[in-house]
């Protein structure tokens, strides 16, 4: 059991210090986490060591997570820490790198690497159906057994038998009386691509980013296609909708509603599974040009190397499954540092940077 300290001061000056318990309950079985990997690599260069490979295979198993789980007020404590859960990672990474071109005054080589991890909530602490570790308790990250760690739950459509959304008398989608899973914040496989050019005292760099999958629950893109203000909405908005689903008795659903009415209702603002997109996207993530004068320039001088540079990053993206005209980055979330992924809420907007230096060395 631990105490807190309070200091409270009154309004003559004097200093009153108090002792309470505190809300967090100390588990004294608390063990260390254990960490159990099995780990195969190659790293090799071929073609007179123009080609170059670097593979690792893993297969990880974490027990007895620490994980804080939240205790009944009547209990004395608010909250305490417990290992509760196993999780399981299994991956491989993939680095390749080619010299296209090898000589005096001309380089070019090109690079790419590949991640893609899998990881199962093996177990969880016995009489824990789910832990929610991120977000809200009906909107969150949650590690489920049998599920990828961190699977978000929402509240959700309900649907019949088949998978096909249930429509109710007003033509809306008929909300689920519990949450369930929607979205799997992990991506699929991540991947980068660059390239280097020198010529001479020139050089060009340039590094492209692929992530696939991953989904994401966006306040930004599901608000603005709701109230309508994106292009994708800019039909004749006097034409009724019929919602894809079927209603109540298993008929194919035939109920007109305005078209106002469906984005308000149908596209996100009161079921969350409406906002989850998956979060597939490719940028250019970086370009840079730089310019090192001769040395023979330089030999009567008292500089050793005179180097100018252009860079940018961020130039350009393209979120393939979120409406075009939200220009929405799938790197903008919410959550910040921690364990929690696949949030955002009404977030600002990434920026393009552009950057100029001048190096100088003696």
């Given at each position: ?221 599901s608000t603005l296609y709701a109230r309508g203000l994106l292009e994708d909405t800019g039909f004749d908005r006097f034409v009724p909708v019929i919602v894809e689903g079927v209603k109540a008795d298993g008929t194919p659903n035939d109920i007109q509603i305005t078209s106002t009415t469906h984005f308000w209702q149908n596209t996100g603002v009161f079921i969350s599974e409406n906002k989850i997109f998956d979060g597939t996207y490719l940028k250019l993530r970086e370009v840079s040009l730089s310019y ?71």
């Amino acid at each position: 059991m631990s105490t807190s300290t309070r200091v409270f001061q009154t309004l003559g000056g004097a200093i009153l210090n108090t002792n309470s318990v505190d809300n967090q309950f100390g588990n004294p079985n608390l063990k260390p986490e254990i960490h159990q990997e099995l780990e195969f690599g190659v790293e090799a260069k071929f073609l007179k060591n123009r080609l170059g490979v670097d593979l690792s295979l893993y297969d990880k198993l974490s027990k007895d997570l620490i994980i804080g789980l939240q205790l009944d007020p009547s209990t004395g404590y608010n909250n305490t820490t417990i290992n509760a859960a196993s999780v399981s990672n299994k991956g491989i990474e993939l680095g390749v790198n080619y010299r296209i071109i090898s000589g005096k005054n001309l380089n070019w080589e090109i690079s790419a690497n590949y991640t893609r991890n899998l990881n199962i909530v093996e177990s969880l602490y016995p009489g824990i159906e789910q832990i929610a570790f991120a977000g809200f308790s009906n909107l969150g990250n949650f590690a489920i057994p049998g599920q990828p760690y961190g699977v978000i739950q929402t509240d959700r459509v309900l649907r019949d038998d088949n998978g096909n959304p249930i429509i109710n008398g007003q033509g809306f989608y008929q909300a689920a009386s519990t949450i369930g899973i929607t979205g799997n914040p992990n991506p699929d496989y991540l991947a980068n691509a660059g390239t280097t050019i020198t010529f001479k005292g020139l050089s060009f760099n340039m590094l492209w980013s692929y992530v696939k999958g991953g989904d994401i629950y966006s306040s930004t893109a599901s608000t603005l296609y709701a109230r309508g203000l994106l292009e994708d909405t800019g039909f004749d908005r006097f034409v009724p909708v019929i919602v894809e689903g079927v209603k109540a008795d298993g008929t194919p659903n035939d109920i007109q509603i305005t078209s106002t009415t469906h984005f308000w209702q149908n596209t996100g603002v009161f079921i969350s599974e409406n906002k989850i997109f998956d979060g597939t996207y490719l940028k250019l993530r970086e370009v840079s040009l730089s310019y090192d004068l001769p040395k023979k320039w330089l030999e009567k001088s008292p500089f050793g190397q005179i180097q100018f540079s252009l860079s940018g990053q961020n130039l350009w993206f393209r979120a393939f499954n979120f409406p075009r005209s939200a220009n929405f980055d799938p790197e903008v979330l919410s959550l910040g540092v921690g364990n929690g992924r696949g949030f955002e809420y009404l977030n600002v907007p990434t920026s393009k940077k552009y950057g100029a230096s001048l190096r100088v060395t003696f």
